[in-house]
């Protein structure tokens, strides 16, 4: 059975579960790909290192809400839009 997970740690919240990491990991590197940026781009734009892009869209990175949110916002995705494909790809 897998679940979501919230949890906060020093005030950080994070997502949780393997499962759901691995979804919003995907989900992520969808919207960028749609929006033809490269990880170069999106790195520039929120002044990280390309590495850490590639960790996130793999999973490799358990993300919090507000990395999420914040690729969100750069990308212009609707965050409930964007966790209603995630749930909906958790379900297929």
Partial sequence: VD????CTYNGIIKLG???VNYRVAKELKAERVRRDLSIVDVTKAL????????RYESGTYT???E???KLLKFYNVDPSI???NVCGEMHD
């Fill in 17 to 19: 579960g393997e499962r």
């Fill in 67 to 69: 990395k999420v949110e």
């Fill in 63 to 65: 993300l919090t809400i």
């Fill in 3 to 6: 679940f979501v997970q919230i």
């Fill in 82 to 84: 964007f966790f209603r």
């Fill in 47 to 54: 002044e990280t290192c390309g590495e850490t892009i590639r």
